[in-house]
């Protein structure tokens, strides 16, 4: 095995998630800024760690009154918690190329175990030179477990905003470079 450290190039990959809105509809966001890396072998992650750190308040819905609204006490807290993150405590082979990688995510103070889907793409050499290697990470939580409880009820039945959250992070990672000698 062959440690090493990746760190994700912000430029190529993306938090996102979705979440459905008054039952109907489903409304997307991502996180703006973030940072993490893989530290392990890259063609075998079974002993590699995955750690992230996203900004709450870079969310952007793609309106502005809403990213105000998540960013406050009703929901992120941003001013009092301003980070959510993610720790692998294991990852375990599920296919080729597929994984479960398990963890700790922090939000809004809380923390609890969850599962996220891990596909690996594959690595690859840059034209400036340098390894790159890529990987999907998908899973859902309920957004209560994390003590995002605002809502309101809707007269036809049902909610505004949905219990369930699905995440998705696009990653691409950039092998760091051999420490050098002093």
Same mark, same amino acid.
């Given at each position: 095995?062959?440690?090493?450290?990746?760190?994700?190039?912000?430029?190529?990959?993306?938090?996102?998630?979705?979440?459905?809105?008054?039952?109907?509809?489903?409304?997307?966001?991502?996180?703006?800024?973030?940072?993490?890396?893989?530290?392990?072998?890259?063609?075998?992650?079974?002993?590699? #760690?995955?750690?992230?750190?996203?900004? %709450?308040?870079?969310?952007?819905?793609?309106?502005?009154?809403?990213?105000?609204?998540?960013?406050?006490?009703?929901?992120?807290?941003?001013?009092?918690?301003? #980070?959510?993150?993610?720790?692998?405590?294991?990852?375990?082979?599920?296919?080729?190329?597929?994984?479960?990688?398990?963890?700790?995510?922090?939000?809004?103070?809380?923390?609890?175990?969850?599962?996220?889907?891990?596909?690996?793409?594959?690595?690859?050499?840059?034209?400036?030179?340098?390894?790159?290697? %890529?990987?999907?990470?998908?899973?859902?939580?309920?957004?209560?477990?994390?003590?995002?409880?605002?809502? #309101?009820?809707? &007269?036809?039945?049902?909610?505004?905003?949905?219990?369930?959250?699905?995440? &998705?992070?696009? %990653? &691409?990672?950039?092998?760091?470079?051999?420490?050098? %000698?002093?």
């Amino acid at each position: 095995m062959t440690t090493q450290t990746w760190n994700i190039d912000t430029t190529h990959s993306g938090v996102n998630f979705a979440v459905r809105h008054m039952v109907i509809a489903k409304v997307r966001g991502r996180f703006t800024r973030f940072s993490g890396t893989l530290t392990g072998d890259a063609a075998d992650l079974t002993n590699a #760690k995955l750690v992230a750190e996203v900004d %709450a308040d870079s969310i952007d819905t793609n309106m502005a009154d809403r990213d105000t609204h998540l960013r406050s006490p009703d929901f992120f807290d941003a001013a009092t918690f301003p #980070k959510l993150t993610f720790s692998s405590t294991r990852i375990e082979r599920a296919g080729e190329g597929q994984y479960k990688a398990h963890g700790d995510l922090s939000i809004r103070g809380v923390t609890k175990p969850v599962v996220f889907d891990l596909s690996v793409h594959g690595q690859a050499k840059d034209p400036w030179g340098n390894d790159r290697t %890529a990987f999907t990470l998908e899973t859902a939580i309920e957004r209560s477990d994390f003590g995002l409880r605002w809502n #309101k009820a809707l &007269e036809t039945g049902g909610v505004l905003v949905d219990e369930k959250v699905e995440i &998705e992070i696009e %990653a &691409e990672a950039v092998k760091a470079a051999a420490a050098q %000698a002093a």
